[in-house]
C-alpha cells in the first residue's frame, strides 16, 4: 500500500495533548490518524456521534462561576487538605 503526505491544521495545544496521548497507547499522530479514518471509511461516517451538549442554564451558570472564581487572584487557593482544613475550621 502506497501512502502520500498530508498536511492538516491543528491547535497547537491539542496537538500536543493527542501526541502525549498516543505516545502512551504507542503509536503517533499519523498512526493515530490513519485508525481514525480507517473506521471512517468502515463505519461509512464518522465512529462517534457529534453533538452539542445540551447543559441546563444551573451547570452554565456554575461552570461561569468556577471560571470566575479560578481566574480572581483575591480566592484563596490551598496546596493540600491540611491548609484547607484549617481555613474552614477558622
Do not use: H, W
Not at 468502515?42 to 451538549?53: A, N
Not at 441546563?56 to 491548609?83: F, H, L, T, W
Request: proline residues 6%; negative net charge; aromatic residues 6%.
Amino acid at each position: 500500500m502506497s501512502t502520500v503526505p498530508t498536511q492538516i491544521r491543528i491547535d497547537a495545544n491539542v496537538k500536543k495533548q493527542a501526541n502525549e496521548l498516543f505516545s502512551e497507547l504507542g503509536m503517533d499522530m499519523s498512526g493515530a490518524v490513519n485508525i481514525f479514518l480507517r473506521q471512517c471509511v468502515l463505519r461509512g461516517g464518522l465512529p462517534f456521534i457529534v453533538e452539542v451538549p445540551q447543559y441546563s442554564q444551573k451547570v452554565m451558570d456554575a461552570m461561569s462561576e468556577a471560571r470566575r472564581i479560578s481566574r480572581d487572584p483575591e480566592v484563596p487557593g490551598y496546596a493540600n487538605m491540611d491548609d484547607l482544613r484549617k481555613a474552614l475550621e477558622e
